[in-house]
């Protein structure tokens, strides 16, 4: 086969890949097995400087993009939702392999697309230890509420109470064991960094583990604004023209269990936390309902979570940013 190079569109699944380019005016695409060989085969077909823009198709695309990164190879690796929305806005009916990865090889000739890098092996560690750790938590929700109902029953089975006991002792156990491995992760690769947000009120040490192995210390983004939207945590307005005036509201985009987590901590920093306390009373004060103003709350956590990271610094409640100096200093 023949060099290749510029935008390669690559749709992923878990046998096979296909890939689309340029060849002249028009568009040539082919299959490949998702084997170690094949992906030997198809980076020696592309030349210098290409960009291979992929999916994010949950662990799929990941071994391919591993395999390019460390050959030297761009790789973009788009999110679903834009690809979704790019294809809805080409009015794109066909789904298939090769349709989508012509979509993508469009999606990368037309939009500004990032270059993808991995991400540390003790973050992704701890986002699989938490990912089971969450739905440990399920598992004994469940479990406690079948041994709420047997001992409210008339009649209780003494095997199952038996079992659902034994659950639910097992169950404990694992949480323990995820929730030490997490805090053993941190400790070893950002301890510092996990040391300096737990000085934050408001912050735990479970949430502070959580936030800097999912942001990668905050390194990964440039402002808090972005870690917010990232979480699923900035302000969507719905308003058009005088007749639409919706309520605004949180994206959701995110993590629904790290904004559930944060939400819990700004019910503590609301108290603690003295440039959280001001917020909380000063949005009440213009009338804003109590669950917005604990949104905002989360945010300004993020916010001082961000600036703690990445300038290295230790909490202090009565810091002033260089901002608010330069606008005292201007009346």
Known sequence: MAKIGKIIGTDISKSTFSVAYR???????????????????????????????????????????????????????VNPLSAKNFARMLMRRTKTDKADSKLLLEYGETMDIEPWAPRET??????????????????????????????HSVIASGVCMKMVKADIKRLEREIACLEKEIERLVKDNAGD????????????????????????????FDNHRQVASYLGLCPRVYESGTSIR???????????SVRRMLYLCALSAKKFNKACRELY????????????????????????????????MNYDENHISEKKVQKMLAY
């Open 23 to 77: 060849k002249g005016t028009s568009v040539e695409t082919r299959t490949w097995d998702y084997t170690q060989e094949q992906m030997v085969a198809f980076a020696e077909t592309l030349d210098e400087g290409s960009t291979v823009v992929m999916e994010a198709t949950g662990v799929y695309h990941t071994r391919l993009a591993y395999y390019l990164y460390h050959k030297g190879i761009g790789v973009s690796v």
């Open 193 to 220: 960094d996990m040391k300096r947000i737990e000085e934050i009120p408001g912050i735990g040490k479970r949430t502070a583990c959580v936030l800097i192995a999912l942001t990668g210390a905050m390194k990964r």
């Open 246 to 256: 919706g309520k605004a509201k949180i994206c959701k985009m995110g993590l629904e």
């Open 281 to 312: 009373e000063r949005l009440l004060e213009k009338g804003k309902a109590k669950k917005l103003a604990l949104v905002a709350v989360a945010n300004k956590l993020i916010k001082q979570s961000f600036a703690i990271l990445r300038s290295g």
């Open 122 to 151: 003790w973050c992704v560690e701890v986002q699989q230890t938490y990912a089971l750790l969450e739905s440990k938590g399920k598992e004994l929700t469940a479990a406690r509420n079948r041994m709420e109902a047997l001992s």
